[in-house]
């Protein structure tokens, strides 16, 4: 099958699946589906990024790149209610989702919108951008999200990702510090990076 959860309009049979998932010590409901990324729990990798994240010391919005369903914008957004959060994804079916998620949720601070990559977003202000990002996609496109939010961060930014040691994370690193002038490992746990990046 050469269609992946980065696609615009998945074309495999919706089959819903409902679920509840404790994140930042709050519990939520979250709907899922097929063709959507991590359909049946949150994903270890994303856990991890939602229970590190730390909110920046500059005052700002967030964007989550490659959004899904919706955990890691909605559970951050629910943390800091005098922020709004930016939800982007490719694929139509995530963001319907992820606006269906937010609502149920009763997470109002957050926007929630089709975009590949960054084609959509207007706004060059964010204070953190968080990104589960789509390795399948390849590394040009990991790449450009990185270089994208470089550009869309203010000073005191922060970008932070996920990505796993065999997916890529030696590269990723390499990349994103020739971009920003601080790059952190954050946390490592089975096989997962958590890399912060910060922009002068």
């Known amino acids: 099958m050469s269609e992946h959860y980065y696609s615009k309009q998945p074309s495999v049979e919706s089959n819903p699946h409902s679920f509840s998932y404790t994140l ?23 856990r991890l990024l939602i229970e590190t994240f730390k909110l920046p010391t500059v005052s700002g919005d967030i964007l989550d790149v490659g959004c899904g369903y919706g955990p890691i ?15 982007i994804d490719v694929n139509e079916r995530a963001i319907a989702l992820a606006k269906k998620n937010a609502e149920a949720n009763g997470v109002l601070n957050v926007d929630v919108f089709q ?12 204070a953190a951008i968080v990104t589960n990002p789509p390795i399948r996609a390849g590394k040009q ?27 890529g994370a030696p590269s990723a690193i390499k990349k994103l510090e020739e ?19 910060k922009k002068d």
């Not at 914008?73 to 209610?81: H, K, P, R, Y």
Request: aromatic residues 12%; negative net charge; glycine residues 8%.
């Open 141 to 167: 496109t990991v790449h450009n999200i990185f270089e994208g939010s470089f550009d869309r961060l203010i000073a005191g930014g922060e970008l932070w990702v996920v990505i796993q040691k065999k997916q």
């Open 24 to 46: 930042k010590g709050k519990v939520f409901q979250f709907t899922s589906d097929s063709g959507v990324f991590s359909k049946n729990e949150v994903d270890f990798g994303s």
């Open 73 to 87: 914008g909605i559970s951050l957004a629910s943390v800091d209610s005098s922020r709004r959060v930016d939800m």
């Open 179 to 197: 971009l920003f002038s601080e790059v952190e490992v954050v946390e490592k746990k089975k096989g997962y990076y958590i890399i912060r990046a």
């Open 115 to 126: 975009s590949d990559i960054f084609e959509n977003v207007v706004k060059d202000s964010y």
